[in-house]
């Protein structure tokens, strides 16, 4: 039997709760029996709890929880072929598999993903540039339907509902396992230049600059400074080291104990700490090698992280813009904040090469910037005004971080939806899956 229990569950941002009936089962048998409990506001997978908005969140409905289904079923060292169920971490492969010589090709921003989550989002890194998103190493998923059925969906069988699934935000079905393919590893180290960049014109060039040759590119922006330091920050060129030997100790883990107050989101605060950080680097850049999971999760080394943002949380924008479009987009952006002084010690820069494989992927070719914006007085008004220069700019905003997108704006940035509502009417005719982004954003009915 699987239990019911009332939760009350959040997700990164902190922005967004929901009270919802919360069932855990660790098998095919316990999923399919916790979908026969139809509720009128649906149901919605919860893993990681680390989208930054509504898209794992049911206020009102039904979360099934994923952490039990937790088991690394096979991995085949020949050709990195693993499979696991939509519960496993990417802390769990971190620990488990780098020190064989392998790791996953790409990652979250957090160890705390699921690989549920993963695909469900189609998450990208700051390899992305160089080997896309994680749906492009995606072989297949296992998929329980609402009628409970279970379906093996790859790009050959059933593609439709795979390009549909792979970041459809949990709204097909439950994701029980996940095939992909690992990539070997010469070491369990990254080697990363820490270089200092003047502004945003001299960032999007370096990055450019550095595309080819770098496997990671991942450039910190200061959306404090305006006039002719407008987006000067730091950018981090990493690649896989061939070697431990050198490698930086971690620092010690620190924790945020309680919720900042609104004065440490003050622009003045946020300036002195920006500038302190940059000042901080020599012009030449430093180097350093890090242990893959500090390189790929550097703010895992902080507890509670997002308590720095206050009780009222805070909201994230991520935006992806054509390369056509990207340096003037990326401007307007940072104008927009800076005039606003809204920003937050969180906004990064990062090259995309290329579209992924499902009908709502985020990634496009081109640079996406995102940056976390602290609640308070007027922050929703500028939330609009930086989706409309989005869209002005031909970009489109990443639903994984988002809670107050409209609908209209996403029916325009993801061309595709249409033929993801029809995928839907087909496999949840009912429209069983359901979330507090999907009704918000009218992707199901």
């Not at 409905?61 to 020949?78: C, E, H, K």
């Not at 329980?144 to 935000?169: K, N, T, Y």
């Not at 994230?316 to 813009?321: C, D, E, T, V």
Request: charged share 20%; glycine share 12%.
């Amino acid at each position: 039997m699987v239990g019911w229990e009332n939760a009350v569950l959040t997700t990164w941002g902190r922005s967004r709760h929901a009270r919802v009936a919360a069932a855990t089962p660790g098998d095919d048998a316990g999923v399919a029996e916790a979908l026969r409990v139809a509720h009128p506001r649906g149901i919605i997978a919860y893993g990681g709890g680390r989208c930054y908005g509504d898209a794992a969140l049911d206020d009102g409905g039904q979360a099934l929880m994923t952490r039990a289904l937790d088991r690394v079923l096979s991995f085949d060292p020949a050709s990195g072929e693993i499979v696991c169920g939509s519960g496993v971490t990417f802390a769990r492969l971190t620990r488990e598999y780098v020190p064989q010589g392998w790791c996953y090709p790409v990652s979250a921003a957090t160890a705390s993903v699921t690989v549920g989550g993963a695909f469900a989002n189609d998450i990208h890194s700051k390899n992305h540039h160089a080997i896309g998103s994680f749906g492009d190493h995606v072989l297949w998923i296992d998929l329980m339907l609402a009628s409970g059925e279970v379906v093996r969906c790859s790009r050959d069988a059933e593609p439709d509902l795979f390009a549909a699934s792979l970041g459809g935000i949990g709204l097909t079905g439950i994701v029980l396992r996940v095939a992909f393919t690992m990539m070997r590893v010469p070491s369990g180290a990254a080697d990363a230049h820490y270089r200092p960049i003047a502004d945003v014109d001299a960032m999007i060039d370096t990055i450019e600059a550095e595309r080819p040759r770098a496997g990671f590119l991942f450039g910190w922006t200061d959306v404090m400074a305006r006039g002719a330091s407008l987006g000067r920050g730091i950018l981090e060129i990493g690649n896989l080291a061939d070697s431990d030997a050198g490698m930086a100790a971690p620092p010690p883990q620190k924790r945020v104990p309680f919720d900042l107050p609104a004065l440490a989101m003050h622009p003045a605060i946020l300036g002195r700490f920006n500038a302190r950080r940059i000042a901080g680097l020599p012009p030449q850049g430093r180097d350093v090698r890090l242990p893959l999971g500090r390189f790929f999760f550097p703010l895992d080394g902080i507890t509670d992280f997002n308590r720095v943002y206050g009780r009222r949380g805070f909201y994230s924008i991520h935006a992806g813009f054509p390369t056509a479009t990207m340096r003037a987009g990326i401007r307007a952006m940072l104008e927009e904040i800076t005039e606003a002084g809204a920003g937050s010690f969180a906004a990064v820069v990062k090259p995309m090469r290329g579209p992924g494989a499902g009908l709502l992927s985020f990634p496009l070719a081109g640079m996406a910037f995102a940056v976390d914006l602290p609640r308070r007085r007027g922050i929703e008004d500028l939330h609009r005004r930086l989706e409309r220069l989005t869209l002005d700019h031909d970009g489109r905003l990443y639903v994984a971080k988002d809670a107050l997108m409209a609908p209209e704006t996403y029916a325009a940035m993801f061309p595709r939806l249409d033929e993801f509502r029809a995928v839907l009417a087909r496999v949840d005719p009912a429209g069983r899956f359901r979330s507090d982004m999907s009704r918000r954003l009218r992707l199901t009915p």
